[in-house]
């Protein structure tokens, strides 16, 4: 089992940042993929980035690209997710997922085995 945390989530303005942190614990070494997804009131949830747990890649969705940026620490067992020139549109409840198979799709968020309980994040104009 992998517990996920979720932290750093809160009230900023549009054009500012926030830098939330995903800390995992349990069998981690089985992960493959730590992902970050989003959900808007009414919305359905989307991806939103992506990091490979050994490799390092990342993907990102294009609403963020050259906004956020998916980082991780290793030796904390956490990722982290960056964001930057924030708009009200990015207004939702974000969540870190882990899924511990390696798949060419890191977008699908069905198959991440597990998630963490979702930290508000909250863009004001």
């Known amino acids: 089992q992998v517990q996920l945390v979720e932290s750093g989530g809160g009230l900023v303005q549009a054009g500012g940042s926030l830098k939330l942190s995903c800390a995992a614990s349990?069998?981690?070494?089985?992960?493959?993929?730590m992902g970050w997804f989003r959900q808007a009131p009414g919305k359905e949830r989307e991806f939103v980035a992506a990091i490979r747990w050994s490799g390092g890649s990342t993907d990102y969705a294009d609403s963020v690209k050259g906004r956020f940026t998916i980082s991780r620490d290793n030796a904390k067992n956490t990722r982290y997710l960056q964001m930057n020139s924030l708009k009200p549109e990015d207004t939702a409840v974000y969540f870190c997922?882990?899924?511990?198979?390696?798949?060419?799709?890191?977008?699908?968020?069905?198959?991440?085995?597990?998630w963490g309980q979702g930290t508000q994040v909250t863009v004001s104009s």
């Open positions: 997922a882990a899924d511990s198979h390696w798949r060419i799709s890191t977008r699908n968020g069905v198959v991440y085995d597990y």
């Open positions: 349990g069998r981690t070494f089985r992960l493959s993929t």
